[in-house]
């Protein structure tokens, strides 16, 4: 299976602030990675799909960006409902693969 | 509009099987290249992908649980169904299952969440 390591476990920042975070792919995965929002209680929300690609509807301040075994998904200016935890998942084989979740809280 | 919906027990004893039915409108598993899989997330823990059934009827599974997993789909009633066997409270979680369109997993049903307990 490929392992995706997500970082930080979780983060504290402050609305308006620039927000990153990044997953790394045990091996190549090319761009095959996905960006998930999940809030408490609901079902993950997809963002970000073939690493940099923004799902239809999704504000355009969040990014994501990589490939091979390196990504980063950036919100640019943090507002309030962003807060949720935040997935990567691998889709390049099978098993796919998720993060541990990175839980973003307001400061 | 794609929407997805979960069922089943919500509490089963340790070495039960588990049946879950995932009930789904606005595409077609007839349709090439379309899947359904499932993803599981004990409470308070990441995302664990399951099984996968493509329009095609290929079926892919987690190799850790391959042995106590069975997907299969009715495109007659646009059901998709999973059943996982010898259940045992460590398999206590929110289960989804969710539309796979091409190569990427978009749309999610609301979850069920299944106690394992006797």
């Known amino acids: 299976d490929i392992q995706m390591t997500q970082s930080p476990s979780s983060l504290s920042a402050s609305v308006g602030d620039r927000v990153t975070i990044t997953c790394q792919a045990s091996q190549d995965i090319s761009n095959y990675l996905n960006w998930y929002q999940q809030k408490p209680g609901k079902a993950p929300k997809l963002l970000i799909y073939d690493a940099s690609n923004l799902e239809t509807g999704v504000p355009s301040r969040f990014s994501g960006s990589g490939s091979g075994t390196d990504f980063t998904f950036t919100i640019s200016s943090l507002q309030p409902e962003d807060i949720a935890t935040y997935y990567c998942?691998?889709?390049?084989?099978?098993?796919?693969?998720f993060g541990q979740g990175t839980k973003l809280e307001i400061k | 509009q794609i929407t997805l919906k979960e069922s089943g027990p919500t509490l089963v004893k340790p070495t039960q099987t588990l049946t879950l039915t995932c009930t789904f409108s606005g595409f077609s598993l007839s349709t090439s290249g379309v899947g359904v899989g499932w993803i599981r997330q004990p409470p308070g823990k990441a995302l664990e992908w399951l099984a996968l059934i493509y329009w095609d009827d290929d079926k892919r599974y987690s190799p850790s649980l391959k042995s106590r997993l069975t997907i299969t789909k009715d495109t007659s009633k646009n059901q998709v169904v999973l059943t996982m066997t010898n259940m045992d409270p460590v398999d206590t979680a929110t289960y989804y299952c969710a539309h796979k369109g091409g190569l990427r997993t978009d749309y999610w049903g609301q979850g069920t969440l299944v106690t394992v307990s006797s």
């Open positions: 998942q691998q889709y390049d084989n099978l098993p796919e693969t």
